[in-house]
């Protein structure tokens, strides 16, 4: 009797034990008759659980019925070729109802033991991971659109010479028409070729910047390190921007302060920060002024373009520097634009090494500051 009542002492705890196992795993475990049919299911099925049923709902119950019907199919053949060996069989990933309605991605393997006397069934086991499955999905959404986004900047990119070329044939044709190199025009051929060129321009300088966004975005904007004059720089500025000032209607200062620093730069990249912000500046000023000055700050240069034209609300002055941003519908209408000038020329100067400040009072105008480097960033220059 003693060996007897240890015996059954033992195996009580034994099955308290694996009872304890079973109803706090987190993975479902169910036991399916020959048929499918559900004659037990681990609490983790139900309640706060995987699947969110009552402790009755489910037995007795087919489990085709809480599977998705797209996923029917594959799990049906996996459970008839398990119902023919014993062992484990690994399932497809499935989509099980929850009690609310929603789906739940589970990852499963049965067992048949419906040889084994003490369970006679499928024992089913699976593991919710539905927030894994979502994660991935994001991911490879993420990866795509950015693969896509990539494609397109890498297009643009390498069609900057088949844009550009055109227009400039376009733009130079125009010129020398303008100048009555192939024969004085009559004051109306005059006024359409001028309309041309400064249209062509304008198509031009749209160009330019698309392709000088795709270049930041596919990574293929390529420095060329040279020594910059701040004198040649604002000569060269003022003699490219020369049709710009004069159709502007607006006062013009360039100002350079003595003992300016000779700086190590990228004269292209540079040239393209003033004059986007010149352009900028000239686009939100009806009247008033246009002041560029050049000065020596904190071992580097300063290059400022202050105007006296609307100016920027001081909730968006961070804003304005984000791509394709405008300021307002109104202004959207009003002045015309691709909303990227700002975007490149902060994406520039940070390539440059250096950074930039805007101070503006609506109404009153803005103040762009550029700080460049006397040397380039190690990074820019092995880059050169």
Same mark, same amino acid.
């Given at each position: 009797m003693t060996a007897q009542k240890q015996t059954d002492e033992t195996q009580q705890r034994s099955?308290?034990? =694996?009872r304890a196992l079973i109803e706090n795993a987190q993975d479902i475990v169910m036991v399916l008759g020959r048929d499918g049919t559900i004659r037990y299911r681990s609490p983790s099925a139900s309640g706060k659980?995987?699947?969110?049923?009552?402790?009755?709902?489910?037995?007795?119950?087919h489990s085709s019925k809480i599977i998705h019907p797209e996923d029917?199919?594959?799990?049906?053949?996996?459970?008839?070729?398990?119902?023919?060996?014993p062992g484990v069989t690994l399932l497809p990933q499935c989509r099980v109802r929850h009690a609310d309605g929603s789906w739940r991605v589970l990852e499963s393997m049965v067992n048949n033991l419906l040889d084994n006397p003490a369970v006679a069934g499928i024992v089913y086991t699976g593991r919710d991971i539905t927030a894994r499955k979502q994660a991935e999905e994001l991911r490879l959404a993420k990866d795509a659109a950015e693969?896509?986004?990539?494609?397109?900047?890498? =297009?643009l990119a390498t069609m900057s010479h088949e844009l550009r070329t055109p227009l400039g044939v376009i733009v130079g044709y125009a010129d020398l028409l303008e100048e009555g190199t192939f024969g004085q025009l009559a004051p109306k051929q005059a006024e359409v070729v001028q309309r041309v060129g400064q249209k062509a321009r304008e198509l031009h300088d749209i160009i330019s910047t698309v392709l000088d966004f795709a270049a930041l975005e596919a990574g293929r904007m390529r420095m060329h390190m040279q020594n910059v004059s701040t004198s040649a720089l604002l000569k060269d500025l003022k003699s490219d921007l020369w049709?710009?000032?004069?159709?502007?209607?607006?006062?013009?200062?360039?100002h350079e302060e003595p003992e300016v620093p000779t700086i190590v730069s990228d004269l292209s990249k540079v040239k393209i920060i003033v004059k986007n912000l010149i352009g900028n500046a000239v686009k939100f000023t009806e009247q008033g002024s246009i002041t560029v000055v050049a000065r020596s700050w904190q071992d580097g240069l300063e290059i400022s373009v202050a105007d006296s034209g609307v100016g920027i609300p001081p909730a968006?002055?961070?804003?304005? =520097?984000?791509?394709?941003?405008?300021i307002d519908d109104s202004h959207t209408r009003r002045y015309q634009g691709s909303g990227m000038g700002?975007?490149?020329?902060?994406?520039?100067? *940070?390539?440059?090494?250096?950074?930039?400040?805007?101070?503006?009072?609506?109404?009153?105008?803005?103040? =762009?500051?550029?700080?460049?480097?006397?040397?380039?960033?190690?990074?820019? *220059?092995a880059q050169a």
């Open positions: 099955e308290e034990y =694996f659980g995987v699947l969110g049923y009552q402790a009755a709902d489910l037995i007795g119950t029917g199919p594959s799990m049906r053949a996996a459970f008839q070729a398990a119902m023919q060996r693969a896509a986004s990539q494609a397109k900047s890498e =297009f049709e710009l000032q004069t159709r502007s209607g607006l006062t013009w200062t360039w968006e002055l961070e804003a304005i =520097f984000q791509p394709f941003y405008q700002l975007h490149i020329v902060k994406r520039l100067v *940070a390539l440059l090494g250096g950074s930039i400040t805007v101070e503006s009072e609506v109404g009153r105008g803005s103040i =762009f500051r550029v700080w460049l480097p006397l040397q380039p960033p190690e990074t820019t *220059a």
